[in-house]
């Protein structure tokens, strides 16, 4: 849990990132931050939304469609978080000790889909 004084520098950060974005709004890296700000503060409605943005803007970067996919995951679009997954990892994602332990996407441990997708990084 978040203590108060974190819970109000993410805000101040969501202002002024909102305010970046809205003077350079086809800076993708701005959108990155803000997508995963928005996560991290638990705004995860906004945050998917970044992140679907970025899967359009930016189709072949397997860290934007991994992103995407744990914010499905969080959200219980389950399919829509494999599909992502599946694609982060055709695209070239290969951390596989990190998806293994990352907790946005506890909901999907127990599919036998999540293991083949650990499978496919480990092989």
């Not at 992502?84 to 889909?113: I, T």
């Amino acid at each position: 849990m978040k203590r108060q004084g974190e819970e109000q520098a993410d805000q101040v950060e969501i202002r002024f990132l909102e305010g970046v974005r809205t003077r350079c709004p086809h800076d993708t890296r701005v959108l990155k931050a803000l997508g995963d700000l928005y996560t991290r503060a638990g705004e995860l409605d906004k945050g998917l939304r970044v992140d679907r943005d970025l899967s359009r803007r930016c189709p072949d970067e397997p860290e934007v469609w991994y992103n995407l996919g744990c914010s499905c995951a969080l959200l219980g679009e389950k399919e829509a978080a494999f599909d992502a997954l599946e694609r982060a990892v055709a695209l070239g994602y290969n951390d596989h000790e990190w998806m293994s332990k990352d907790r946005d996407l506890r909901s999907l441990r127990r599919d036998p889909r999540f293991e083949s997708l650990l499978q496919q990084l480990r092989d």
